[in-house]
Every structure is written in structure tokens, then in C-alpha cells.
């Protein structure tokens, strides 16, 4: 079994910055890809970062130049620094796991979720 807890999120104004971290633990194999998904009310949930075991990254679009991801394969743990924050950045962030090695945003292909942590970006 995987758990993945995220933490780090929060309220700010916009053009400001915050950053998630999510703690993987329980059985990972060494190759698999992670991810950050958002979801606001009534819309489906949106990948916004993945990479793979060997750093191979993947932004959507509307988030590119604004935030990293990042990780550490010896401690199980992601990270997503988010810079110039928009008031549409605002939703639930999710942390994701999935094994194989191609990232992905398709929210589908994940098998392990976190429980998310609220993001709120004000105008």
C-alpha cells in the first residue's frame, strides 16, 4: 500500500509564491512517476506537473515558467514550488503516483493519490 500526504498549501495574495511538498511512503518500486493535479468545484481534476524516476518533466501549459516540480528518489518526496501565483491557481492540489516511466497529466493513469491541500490565491 502507498500513502502520499501532502502539505504546504495555503492562502496568498497574487504574485506570490508557495510551495507543496508530498511524503510518499509504503511500497514504491524505483521507477515510477509523480505527478501534482488541481481540482476547483465542478471541474475536473488538471495536471499540472509530473516527473519520472530519471527527472524527465512534464508542465501544463498555463502553469510553465511559474512553477517546478521537483523531487528526491532517496526520500520518497515531491515538491512544487509555485511563483507568481494567479487567483485561477486557486483549487485543491493533489500529489500522484503512478508506475512506468513516461509522465503524464492524464489524472486516469494514476493509481495512488494524496488527500490533497488547499490552494487560495486572492486578486
Known amino acids: 500500500q502507498v500513502q502520499l500526504v501532502e502539505s504546504g498549501g495555503g492562502s496568498v495574495q497574487a504574485g506570490g509564491s508557495l510551495s507543496l511538498s508530498c511524503a510518499a511512503s509504503?511500497?514504491?518500486?524505483?521507477?515510477?512517476?509523480m505527478a501534482w493535479f488541481r481540482q476547483v468545484p465542478g471541474k475536473e481534476r488538471e495536471g499540472v506537473a509530473a516527473?519520472?524516476?530519471?527527472?524527465?518533466?512534464r508542465y501544463a501549459d498555463s502553469v510553465k515558467g511559474r512553477f517546478t516540480i521537483s523531487r528526491d528518489n532517496a526520500k520518497n518526496t515531491l515538491w512544487l514550488q509555485m511563483n507568481s501565483l494567479k487567483p485561477e491557481d486557486t483549487a485543491m492540489y493533489y500529489c500522484?503516483?503512478?508506475?512506468?516511466?513516461?509522465?503524464?497529466?492524464?489524472?486516469?493513469?494514476?493509481?495512488?493519490w494524496g488527500q490533497g491541500t488547499q490552494v487560495t490565491v486572492s486578486s
Open positions: 500522484a503516483a503512478k508506475t512506468g516511466l513516461a509522465t503524464s497529466l492524464v489524472s486516469y493513469e494514476y493509481k495512488y
Open positions: 509504503g511500497y514504491l518500486t524505483s521507477r515510477y512517476c
Open positions: 516527473i519520472d524516476a530519471y527527472g524527465r518533466i
